[in-house]
């Protein structure tokens, strides 16, 4: 293989409300497909919460320290335009299940509609993190369940202590997550 001498800089973006093993999987897998890799924790004004966009970042840059070629930013607004803020063609994308597909299908070609130079990849998830989401999870912790296969070590205490802090605020996201 030719090596060029433009970065190959590719941005993977989502919630990560909180980071979870599937996550982590897809970035380091992209780590070592592309130069570099900025993760880009977004706000969807459909979403509430837990964490912080600060907290969410500290969480994701406290587990991705390992990884040199990984940068972690927050961002606000359109994907496709923090593509090009951080002047990269290339947006990482995680598919689960065939729902999942579907959705990013549609993502993709309405992406490419806003910016037909950016190209989207495809990374499917591995077999043990396919039912991984961050909703299924914030349910978990909200009823007291065990964390430990779903997420980094560091991050169970994380999580448990939010659940502490924000009893009601949980119990209502749990609610909410459960009629999804």
Do not use: C
């Not at 509609?113 to 396919?130: C, G, N, S």
């Not at 007291?144 to 202590?161: C, I, M, T, W, Y």
């Amino acid at each position: 293989m030719q090596s060029t001498s433009a970065s190959r800089r590719a941005v993977y973006t989502g919630m990560f409300d909180p980071v979870h093993l599937g996550h982590i999987d897809i970035i380091t897998r992209a780590a070592r497909i592309f130069d570099e890799v900025i993760v880009g924790v977004g706000i969807n004004p459909e979403k509430l919460p837990w964490f912080s966009t600060e907290e969410r970042v500290d969480m994701l840059k406290q587990v991705l320290r390992g990884l040199r070629n990984v940068e972690v930013q927050p961002f606000e607004g359109l994907a496709v335009r923090f593509v090009r803020q951080v002047g990269a063609s290339i947006m990482i994308r995680g598919l689960r299940t065939v729902s999942d597909m579907e959705y990013e299908f549609t993502m993709s070609l309405t992406n490419q509609t806003m910016d037909p130079e950016i190209e989207t990849v495809f990374l499917l998830a591995r077999v043990e993190y396919q039912h991984l989401s961050s909703t299924l999870i914030r349910q978990i912790a909200a009823f007291g369940g065990d964390l430990k296969k779903f997420l980094p070590a560091e991050l169970v205490p994380l999580l448990q202590a939010k659940v502490r802090e924000q009893p009601r605020a949980v119990a209502l996201a749990a609610a909410a997550a459960s009629r999804e």
